[in-house]
């Protein structure tokens, strides 16, 4: 699984209902506050990727407001998969 | 005869081609762009076998394609049923089902999804509004259609136009089935009341697939105002609009309106004065967020009272009725209320709590479909509204709660009926209800209280991650309890009201 692949998958994902604006720069995105996921809808974001890549997220993790920024979230995505080789 | 939803927007359309039609997330159209838009959409959707009568289901965002779906199914009598695309695959189905949809215009990603999990049926044709899609029509062939218009001759207005579900997951969805004479009416009797004019600039900030959004696209569109549409809702995305794009009316959600002034306060926050009139519904405002409110925006504030099925009921000017600060307002002239008394049948005397009972010409057509459940809410053409209420002297109504077991969390309605039934197929589950906790930013939030079977254990993330998975988005529970009973009465009934004060008591919030 690359980061490529992640990227893909969250991209697509945090833009099911509004396209995000070509200008804008997908990585340092706070996909939260941007409107694009609601604070409502965070959990079954989360859930979606834990079923896609059979990983876990810490209640911490949920909690981390790092992880609404698109290129922390591939990342920490990254790592969980790679910890569970 | 043609639509006169849609003969009164074209009017528009040929009077003033130039002028601003709608704004959303930074696009924009002029009328004359925007009946082109329509007419290409209709054009493309006879082209498809599209007929008078269909109905189309749409999971849908906030868009100007979206609200030009509205009036190209007036043109054509076809009948939109817009859904909520977070809500789970399963609910989706029961909602089709349920409104009898024929055909489907989808996101793309929507309908990826909906393939991985098996699919959903419809018997018409499909539509992928970004892309292209195995088996769905792409969209973008509108940009081909001819842009006469392909105007149905024989609507008659009480076609339906939309249907809006209410309810859940789990629960049988309650479409409210609104006629193309209703959104006429029901727009006519705001415009009156509000005093709309053709050069207001009206802001809608709500989801599409609800009714109050719905009420603020169409509206300007038949006035000859210009729409602002807000693609989607946070505070800072609303003050932004707001010092660009000048809206100067608007209908807002009383929750919204509350984190919108936090966040003006925050900010500091200058330049909102386009303002001539706000009216906040789905609950009463608090008093303080109402005086500052008014403070910062300086402009004429208003709440009003009514319900998906009826329209809006009430209405009151905060600065001209000064005395009533407490109350909903007095009724639309299209509208009378009656409190009624526990029987369903006698009126309440004058500051004694009963439901609120309302007749109205602006109510809808009934839930379709289901005849029975509307007539069953019903006394002598008084549709009760589940919310209690009292009358003054002077006729002003007044909010006194809820009748009926509901969470209204950002003005969506929660059963909890819906939840429980979920969180209860978790086998460590011995017992579970949902229940209303207040909440500063959304009104009110889904709290669940948990009784777990003896020797099972069970966490909260587990039950997050079973709702995240089975749930709506607004269905969510934000806060859970572990308890070792829940509170009910002699005869074994669950008391939910009394839930939140029995975990106070427990200590355990």
Known sequence: MTMT????????????????????????????????????????????????????????????????IVGKLIEFIKSKIDEQK | MRSQLADLFYKNAA????????????????????????????????????????????????SIESVALFFTAADLGVCLVPLNPTLPLDSIKVAMQSGDMKHLIARKSFLSDCAKKGGVYVPGITICLD???????????VATMPTTRPACEHIKGNESLILTMTSGSTGTPKPIDISQQNKVDR????????????????????????SLAERLVILPLILGATSILLPRFTPAIWLKCAEEQKPTFTIAVSAQLAQILELIKQTEAQGIDSFRSIVSSSALLEEKVKIELIDRLQCEFHEMYGTSETSTATDICFQAARNKQKSVGLPFDEAEIRILRDDEDTECAVGEVGEIAVKSKLTCKGYYKLKNMMDMATTNGFFRTGDLGYVDEDGYLYFAGRKKELIITGAINVYPNDVDAVVKQLTAVEDCAAFSYPDERLGE??????????????????????????????????????????????????????ILSHIKTMGLD
């Open chain 2, 131 to 141: 892309g292209e899609f195995e088996g769905a029509f792409p969209f973008s062939e």
């Open chain 1, 5 to 68: 692949d992640i990227k893909e998958f969250v991209t697509e994902y945090i833009q099911r209902e509004y396209t995000v604006p070509e200008e804008v720069d997908i990585m340092t995105l706070n996909y939260v506050e941007g409107g694009y996921i609601d604070s409502m809808a965070f959990i079954q974001f989360i859930s979606t990727i834990e079923d896609e890549y059979d990983i876990e997220f810490e209640v911490e993790d949920i909690d981390n407001p790092e992880l609404r």
């Open chain 2, 187 to 210: 727009s006519l009797a705001h415009i009156r009341v509000y005093g709309l004019i053709k050069e207001d600039r009206i802001l809608a900030a709500t989801p599409l697939y609800h």
């Open chain 2, 15 to 62: 009077e003033m081609p130039q002028k601003q039609a709608i704004w959303c997330d930074g696009k924009t159209a002029t009328y004359s762009e925007m009946a082109d838009l329509v007419s290409r959409y209709s054009n493309f959707l006879v082209s498809k076998g599209v007929q008078y009568g269909d109905h189309v289901a749409i999971p849908m965002n906030n």
């Open chain 2, 445 to 498: 939030v889904v709290a669940l209280a948990i009784v777990v079977k003896e020797d099972c254990e069970l966490n909260e993330r587990t039950v997050k991650m079973y709702c995240a998975r089975n749930l709506a988005d607004f269905q969510q529970p934000h806060k859970i309890f572990f308890v070792d009973m829940l509170p009910k009465n002699a005869m074994g009934k669950l008391q939910r009201n009394r």
